[in-house]
């Protein structure tokens, strides 16, 4: 039998384990840069088997929200640094995934407080963003509308997922993980209910759909290698407006399939909802290394890795307060709960003052 911590060979790493730390927004780098905090934060979570960093943005353009760490500066790549020498000196494999947020921005986010961007002129109504209100506080603040890319930014953002990539690489990291779900900017393309487009990239044809993404995949995988490279979906995920629509189960079995060409580290669904279905069927057409997230505990983990239906599980808010998550699966330690409050901002407290269980 198959056991969560046993060790996996992902591409060219070996995992001592199958359980891995999901990316997590903390919103910890108020100056956009990561930090000696963000270096000991991820250090004390090195034994999972695979850390996947919190979401950087590619750009300015890309930002989303207040003081997530990009990897689009030198000084971004100089604190990234940090944080992959300390994991890989603590013993752990760390990914970063590679984010543009799309719609889901705010004008003061923005360069010159531009319009954010996305596949068509669009606007979230139902979620807000961190951002900056009217008096310039740090906030939550409606999303700005957003105006359509042209055919030639579409290509300029895919150069800038690869500068990113490459970043990457330059900082020490294992890999990158391309962030294609939570109707973020790649899945406001492959959404046929936003994208609405009547050129090459959008429409009701699933290929014009999915072209954005695939194009970015290729690009990035050209520059780094495929076995660097893994992507994040979140298939039928009713979050951030994104809505649902008629060949949306086929448009991503067909993404998985296309993506099971590729040779890729690893393709990671975000379990936001998705049918037994429709996952099945991912895993009978993606003949690679397939990662689940969403709410798992040990025993729903373990059981996903025995029946087969994925090699890895990525484990979020159970990171926060439980550094040593492996080792409190492994001996059947109690599990430590973080308040809501902590999550997003602020200082160290509730970041990096989370200790290992002891052992009465």
Not at 146 to 170: C, G, K, P, Y
Not at 171 to 180: M, N, P, Q, T, V
Not at 332 to 339: F, H, R, S, Y
Request: net charge negative; glycine share 8%; no cysteine.
């Amino acid at each position: 039998m198959t056991t969560l911590l046993e060790p996996y060979q992902l591409a060219d790493l070996t995992l001592p384990n199958r359980v891995v730390m999901a990316p997590m927004t903390r919103s910890r780098s108020q100056n956009h840069a990561p930090n000696e905090s963000t270096a000991t934060y991820y250090a004390q979570r090195a034994s999972a088997g695979l850390i996947i960093a919190e979401g950087a943005p590619i750009s300015l353009q890309g930002r989303g929200y207040l003081w997530t760490p990009g990897i689009y500066t030198q000084e971004q790549l100089d604190g990234w640094r940090k944080v992959t020498d300390a994991v890989h000196q603590a013993g752990g494999r760390i990914f970063v995934q590679l984010w543009h947020t799309g719609r889901m921005s705010h004008v003061t986010l923005q360069e010159n407080g531009q319009a954010p961007v996305s596949s068509v002129d669009t606007q979230v109504v139902n979620w807000p963003v961190f951002a900056y209100d009217e008096a310039g506080n740090p906030g939550q603040v409606p999303a700005s509308p957003a105006r359509r890319l042209s055919v030639e930014e579409i290509h300029r953002i895919t150069e800038d997922f690869v500068r990113a990539a490459s970043n990457a690489m330059a900082a020490g990291f294992d890999g990158i993980e391309l962030h294609s779900a939570g109707a973020y900017l790649l899945d406001q393309f492959i959404n046929g209910g936003i994208n609405t487009r009547d050129d090459e990239y959008g429409g009701e044809s699933i290929q014009n759909r999915l072209r954005f993404v695939l194009e970015t995949v290729d690009a990035v995988s050209q520059a780094i290698g495929s076995k660097r490279v893994a992507i994040r979906i979140s298939p039928e995920a009713r979050i951030h407006d994104g809505p649902a629509y008629p060949s949306e189960r086929e448009t991503f079995l067909t993404l998985a399939e296309e993506l099971s060409k590729r040779s890729l580290a690893y393709l990671h669904i975000n379990d936001m909802g998705v049918s037994s279905e429709l996952l099945a069927g991912i895993r009978r057409v993606y003949r690679g290394t397939l990662m689940i997230a969403g709410e798992y505990t040990q025993e729903k983990a373990q059981k996903a890795i025995e029946s087969g239906v994925v090699d890895l599980v990525a484990f979020g808010r159970p990171y926060i307060a439980n550094p040593d998550l492996v080792e409190r699966f492994r001996n059947g330690w109690p599990l430590a709960v973080a308040e809501h409050a902590v999550f997003y901002g602020g200082d160290d407290r509730g970041y990096t003052d989370f200790p290992p269980y002891i052992q009465s």
